[in-house]
T-cell receptor
Framework: DGGITQSPKYLFRKEGQNVTLSCEQN?????MYWYRQDPGQGLRLIYY???????QKGDIAEGYSVSREKKESFPLTVTSAQKNPTAFYLC?????????????FGDGTRLSIL | AQTVTQSQPEMSVQEAETVTLSCTYD???????LFWYKQPPSRQMILVIR??????QNATENRFSVNFQKAAKSFSLKISDSQLGDTAMYFC???????????????FGKGTKLTVNP
């Protein structure tokens, strides 16, 4: 079955350390997204990519970086510049064709600070 | 910029009864979609129902239906015959269509925590 796989499910970061969250999809979707979820805040967009080798900042991109070298993969790096990284991170994808196609979500990664 | 407001942080309902979750949004766009997503304790985001703004008819998916009032910018979700498995966070989301880039970015509300009691 097609879907979105996020790994790891749980991740711990030390102070000053960069960590990378993985997101892989086999839905043949062009567009991919990263969201951050904090309690009481809903989901906020970090970065999105409409096509390979292209990506755009979302609403809260500071302290994060992404790459889109393959259609299937959209890894998110939480850098040491992100001072409050503890959150639940969700990856999503969509066809990118804007015609009544909703986003599909992965199961998420919970990032905590050691 | 678009905003989505869910004014009910928490709600509860008895099993088999009906409950309505509220959502309002602010936009100057005329062409857009609205969604309700469900997030159970497993944290997976599941699409419940969607509505195209150009359609006057309210969307329905089994026990889930919406009341879409475009002029009032309101998009409420009604759950009929509530089941224990409906216990979850429910998020209302807005998606603008077209424009430069064309990416289907979602703007989410802060969510409503629904508890279905036996």
């Amino acid at each position: 079955d097609g879907g979105i796989t996020q790994s790891p499910k749980y991740l711990f970061r030390k102070e000053g350390q960069n960590v990378t969250l993985s997101c892989e999809q086999n839905l043949n979707h062009d567009a991919m997204y990263w969201y951050r979820q904090d309690p009481g805040q809903g989901l906020r967009l970090i970065y999105y990519s409409q096509i390979v080798n292209d990506f755009q900042k979302g609403d809260i991109a500071e302290g994060y970086s992404v790459s889109r070298e393959k259609k299937e993969s959209f890894p998110l790096t939480v850098t040491s510049a992100q001072k409050n990284p503890t959150a639940f991170y969700l990856c999503a994808s969509s066809t990118g064709q804007g015609v009544n196609q909703p986003q599909h979500f992965g199961d998420g990664t919970r990032l905590s600070i050691l | 910029a678009q905003t989505v407001t869910q004014s009910q942080p928490e709600m509860s309902v008895q099993e088999a009864e009906t409950v309505t979750l509220s959502c309002t949004y602010d936009t100057s766009e005329s062409n857009y979609y609205l969604f309700w997503y469900k997030q159970p304790p497993s944290r997976q985001m599941i699409l419940v129902i969607r509505q195209e703004a150009y359609k006057q008819q309210n969307a329905t998916e089994n026990r889930f239906s919406v009341n879409f009032q475009k002029a009032a910018k309101s998009f409420s979700l009604k759950i009929s015959d509530s089941q224990l498995g409906d216990t979850a966070m429910y998020f209302c989301a807005f998606m603008k269509l077209g424009g430069q880039g064309g990416s289907e970015k979602l703007v989410f509300g802060k969510g409503t925590k629904l508890t279905v009691n036996p």
